[in-house]
């Protein structure tokens, strides 16, 4: 049984980090892209970033860019979102997601497997 386990998730002030992980288990994911996907409410679910193990590529949505950083243990399965220089729009319920077969996944839709989020409030 294939699991994505979200962790990290809080409460911090605008200007603030944190460090998400998700935590695969069940089969790996070293071949297809993993990402990570955020929704607020009332929102769409938005792309955040992806990361291709085996190739090491990375690519990140304009809005995070230049502050989130993704990265992946494949010994231990699991995918990191380095979160600094946070701002209230950046609340949201963070997802991980995995099981995209394209380099660059920033549809929901190409992805097979999902976690059960974990909550970023950031506040000014």
């Known amino acids: 049984q294939v699991r994505l386990v979200e962790s990290g998730g809080g409460a911090v002030q605008a200007g603030g980090s944190l460090r998400l992980s998700c935590a695969a288990s069940?089969?790996?994911?070293?071949?297809?892209?993993m990402g990570w996907f955020r929704q607020a409410p009332g929102k769409a679910r938005e792309f955040v970033a992806s990361?291709?193990?085996?190739?090491?590529?990375?690519y990140y949505s304009d809005s995070v860019k230049g502050r989130f950083t993704i990265s992946g243990d494949n010994a231990k399965s699991t995918v990191y979102l380095q979160m600094n220089s946070l701002k209230p729009e950046d609340t949201a319920v963070y997802y991980c997601?995995?099981?995209?077969?394209?380099?660059?996944?920033?549809?929901?839709?190409?992805?097979?497997?999902w976690g059960q989020g974990t909550q970023v409030t950031v506040s000014s």
């Open positions: 990361i291709r193990w085996n190739y090491g590529h990375i």
């Open positions: 069940g089969r790996s994911f070293s071949s297809e892209t």
């Open positions: 997601a995995a099981g995209a077969g394209a380099f660059i996944a920033t549809n929901p839709s190409t992805y097979i497997y």
